[in-house]
């Protein structure tokens, strides 16, 4: 294989079109996004005006791309599912998954094709490659689309065994922030808008919301529902703001509480868009970091919790050297 073999990762998600390059050494070559438009006060776009808005945003990034590197692409990747689980579809990946598979074609390259949740973890572990060298760890995805904890191990075919463990019983925590931050007037998606809102509090009349953290799961529901009543009594938008993240950190941090007990782990792997809010991560830190708990913490670059296909272009590279060194681990 070609010293300069490239890697590419395409991801069309509810939100935004992502193509990705990475090297042998799974460093990030390219990283071009572009988030779909959603009108202001709208919680988000059906799904058939999500899959033509992708359909119109791939030419746009490719033809950003420097001509000089599609001659190095060894190997390409997409996601074609929101996670590999019976009956996970989402018309959305459609897009990505029909432009993967006509370069594919036309270029006579190989295409593996991959969850969006496994595309998350990927790029989570960008930096914290010490995870792997574990037999397993535990994984938080929370996003707008997912709210669930994992158990991750190796899979001799797909990289990465990912198994549920307690998930969201009604809303996705980036649901909440979301809708939260339309109630507040913020714009669509709402969660570095509400972050910057909810830093700018005093901290001194913060309204504490109460969580629910059952054996099966865990509810955001109920927060929404306190969340605007203080909003419709006029409280202080900024506090209600740090209210609703320090009402999410808790809510996971009772969570791994359980889960870590349960699956005998205490390495946790942090990612997907709602793992980049400063306040969740101080709040996990403090009440979860200390040593006599016996967590270790791994939160993904900030950059690389939204919605990307930097981890889909690293499944690529580690399933293309994976089949190339017969059945061996990537380097």
Not at 65 to 85: D, F, G, K, N
Request: hydrophobic residues 45%; neutral net charge; contains cysteine.
């Amino acid at each position: 294989m070609r010293n300069m073999a490239l890697f590419l990762g395409l991801d069309t998600s509810a939100y935004t079109t992502s193509i990705a390059l990475v090297n042998n050494r799974r460093q990030v070559v390219v990283d071009k996004r572009i988030p779909l438009i959603i009108k202001s006060g709208e919680r988000g776009l059906r799904q058939s005006q999500a899959l033509f808005f992708h359909v119109q945003n791939l030419p746009r990034l490719f033809d950003s791309l420097p001509a000089e590197l599609s001659r190095e692409v060894a190997a390409i990747a997409a996601s074609a599912w929101p996670r590999r689980v019976n009956d996970s579809y989402m018309p959305v990946f459609l897009a990505g998954l029909n432009q993967a598979r006509v370069l594919s074609s036309f270029a006579n390259l190989p295409l593996y094709l991959v969850s969006h949740q496994e595309g998350h973890i990927m790029a989570a572990l960008i930096g914290n490659e010490a995870l792997l060298q574990q037999e397993s760890f535990v994984a938080v995805h929370f996003s707008g689309g997912t709210s669930e904890i994992l158990q991750v191990g190796r899979h001799h075919k797909h990289v990465l065994e990912v198994r549920t463990g307690m998930s969201g019983l009604d809303l996705h925590a980036g649901q909440l922030v979301d809708r939260v931050g339309v109630a507040l007037g913020l714009p669509f998606p709402a969660g570095p808008a509400l972050e910057k809102l909810a830093l700018g509090s005093g901290g001194t009349d913060i309204p504490h919301l109460t969580t629910f953290v059952g054996d099966e799961g865990f509810s955001f529901s109920g927060i929404e529902t306190q969340v605007l009543r203080l909003i419709n009594s006029g409280h202080k938008h900024q506090d209600i703001a740090l209210a609703l993240f320090k009402a999410v950190g808790r809510t996971l941090e009772k969570a791994l509480l359980k889960e870590s007990v349960r699956l005998e782990n205490r390495h946790v792997l942090l990612a997907g868009g709602v793992m980049a809010n400063s306040i969740i991560k101080e709040h996990l830190l403090r009440r979860l970091g200390h040593p006599a708990l016996g967590f270790k913490l791994y939160f993904a670059d900030p950059e690389l919790c939204s919605d990307n296909a930097v981890g889909v272009a690293g499944l690529a590279a580690k399933l293309h050297h994976r089949q190339s060194d017969d059945g061996a681990d990537a380097p």
